[in-house]
């Protein structure tokens, strides 16, 4: 089954807000597994309700002899009778625990399908929302829907689900055999059903609420260790452990709180149905009785009359604990689907860009955004940059410099104007063409875990060690790689934390090197390199960013001196542009920071 095909189904199911009908609307894929183990589970529990009917044409056996049920089918004599209800029961119980394995193994396996592929799509559709969606939520939230809710949901399918079915199946055979033997005494075993069910909807009801809370203290909880692991480094070095686990301990309790508060209406619930049982349970054993002792009923029905009302109303009290699996797997379920049903803001385009057939080009016009309304970053800008130029951009911190950058990847939707790609708007560009189109290199860097060469090949499933350590070398990281305790295949921790900063922008740089796309990005990536390593690279610039159009964003402006263009924002505007030399011909902005990072020196040096 398809990807696409999945989730149309998933958000056809999102116009009836049931996590339960969401729930077996996302089933359908599985609809011939479903029905297997459905049919397990009634038939398992159709054996399990046979032995008191074994136990009950034993007990006539031993009472009536030859005149026995079994005596009048033609079988006489008793050792014969119990022969054959002793072959029954092999039989019964072989294919009980044969069906037992069967259901378990469905629903299990069932359990762990949807589990797997709602997890997918859940993380398939969180990687197509916009980058504005995680910078306002926290990633514990996130990691708690991925992990903690969708393992709620696996405890329900694995348990939950066969139990609703065998209660169900027990209530009608034993309920209809009751009404065909003895009419008369059936009510007795079925009156406590309507109070039991009437129960269980109440307690769902005022459970409801209590395990909501429950799934968002637990999220809390998890954003706050996701933060605190994240952060160790600064922890300790503000010596703010006894402060940290403090703030975890008040989560904790939280949590505590909100899931003793579901504890203890959901354990009150097995103690109340034991007693609405044993009324019923008791009806029969003494109205039984004396029936019996009348002589209106016979010892062997009476034998399996009390052994069906046991195992008709004894089940209902495991309702408590597959309620409270349901209760807990449906708040869960609510915070999946509500993920799912997160809109896209940003659509993918449906005109193809190949990155071999790319050129670079870009322009921007009168180009608008805004993080929040009312208070613009960028402001009716315009830019022209012709394919294989190499641009630098300079300005203060928050003049729009790295916002520009988000906005040539569709990280974000500008609010007005207009960017072209090859004189194509990006809009209309298949999103992921517009991605490999170019290569980004952050000031802020991130390595995923693994090995150097993993890191520098990232993406592509063809690792050629040779683009490798070439890409390496034009990134000046070859040297320093050699050097570390396995050279290429030395695994740099996670977020690369086992490399110093310079060596992970210069990872980076190989990084997107290797990729070699047409348009190449350098969002401040000399900024955490020392100064001969600045050198090192600038003097590889030239292989870099040769044939391909290059934005260079810098606060030291020595590694975009040798740029076609030099483009100066403020505020959201460029207030100045030209080549170095024009620039300090201008005495403006750019001859004054230039100034400030050669020491005063000549400005024409």
């Known amino acids: 089954m398809s990807h696409s095909l999945k989730m149309s189904q998933i958000k056809k199911s999102r116009q009836n807000k049931d996590p339960m009908k969401q729930l077996f609307q996302y089933g359908k894929v599985y609809r011939p597994l479903i029905w297997q183990a459905v049919t397990s589970s009634i038939l398992n529990k159709i054996f399990d309700l046979a032995p008191p009917v074994l136990i009950g044409a034993a007990v006539d056996v031993v009472v009536k002899q030859q005149d026995s049920l079994i005596a009048k089918l033609g079988v006489k004599d008793v050792f014969l009778q119990l022969l054959i209800l002793t072959f029954i029961s092999i039989i019964i119980w072989g294919l009980e625990s044969l069906l037992q394995y069967i259901y378990e193994r469905l629903w299990r396996n069932l359990a762990q399908n949807i589990q797997h592929d709602l997890r997918l799509d859940a993380y398939s559709h969180l990687q197509e929302l916009e980058l504005a969606y995680f910078e306002e939520r926290n990633t514990g939230m996130l990691l708690s829907i991925l992990n903690d809710d969708i393992n709620q949901l696996e405890r329900f399918l694995d348990i939950g689900a066969n139990e609703i079915l065998q209660v169900i199946t027990t209530v009608i055979i034993i309920g209809l055999a009751f009404f065909i033997v003895t009419p008369g005494t059936a009510w007795m075993a079925m009156l406590p059903i309507p109070f039991i069910l009437w129960g269980s909807i109440t307690f769902q009801k005022l459970l409801a609420p209590r395990y909501a809370n429950v799934r968002e203290k637990v999220s809390l909880l998890n954003s706050r260790l996701s933060n605190n692991l994240t952060g160790i480094t600064t922890i300790k070095s503000f010596t703010t452990e006894a402060y940290e686990l403090e703030r975890l301990r008040e989560d904790s309790q939280a949590y505590r709180r909100s899931n003793q508060k579901a504890i203890a209406l959901s354990a009150a619930f097995v103690p109340l149905i034991r007693i609405i049982i044993l009324v019923g349970f008791t009806c029969i054993l003494l109205y ?3 029936e019996v002792v009348e002589g209106k009923l016979a010892v062997g029905t009476y034998s399996v009359l009390v052994f069906m009302t046991q195992r008709l109303l004894w089940p209902l009290t495991r309702l408590g604990q597959t309620l409270d699996l349901y209760q807990r797997s449906m708040a869960s379920t609510n915070r999946v689907m509500n993920l799912l049903d997160t809109p896209l803001t940003i659509h993918s385009g449906t005109v193809a860009l190949p990155i071999e057939t790319a050129q670079g080009k870009i322009k921007l016009e009168n180009v ?40 040539l990847l569709r990280l974000y939707e500008i609010d007005q104007g207009k960017i072209t790609l090859d004189d194509i708007n990006i809009q209309d560009i298949f999103l992921g063409d517009l991605r490999r189109a170019m290569g980004l290199v952050s000031q802020d860097v991130f390595l995923f875990h693994g090995t150097v060469k993993e890191n520098i090949a990232y993406g592509n499933p063809h690792i050629i060690d040779s683009e490798i350590r070439e890409a390496a070398k034009t990134a ?11 050279g290429y295949d030395t695994i740099v921790g996670e977020r690369g934390q086992k490399l110093s900063g310079g ?13 070699n796309p047409p348009i190449l990005i350098l969002d401040e990536a000399t900024s955490a390199v020392d100064n001969e390593t600045e050198a090192a690279i600038a003097r590889s610039l030239e292989t870099i960013t040769a044939e391909r159009t290059t ?12 740029s076609d263009c030099i483009y100066v924002m403020e505020l959201g505007k460029i207030v100045e542009q030209g080549t170095h030399e024009q620039l300090l011909e201008k005495q403006g902005i750019y001859a004054g920071l230039w100034q400030v990072q050669t020491g005063g020196n000549n400005i024409f040096s």
Not at 383 to 395: E, F, K, N, S
Not at 551 to 562: C, E, F, G, N, V
């Open 476 to 486: 000046e990281a070859h040297e320093f790689i050699e050097q570390l305790p396995q």
């Open 503 to 515: 060596q992970r922008q210069r990872i980076a740089i190989a990084r997107a090197i290797f990729k």
């Open 551 to 562: 934005i260079a964003i810098a606060h030291r402006l020595s590694t975009i001196r040798h």
């Open 288 to 290: 039984g009785g004396m």
């Open 368 to 407: 608008s955004f805004a993080y929040q309304e009312g208070y613009p970053i960028i402001k009716n800008l315009s830019l022209d940059i012709p394919a294989g130029h190499r641009i630098g951009i300079v300005g203060s911190t928050g003049s729009g410099k790295s916002t520009l950058v988000k906005l």
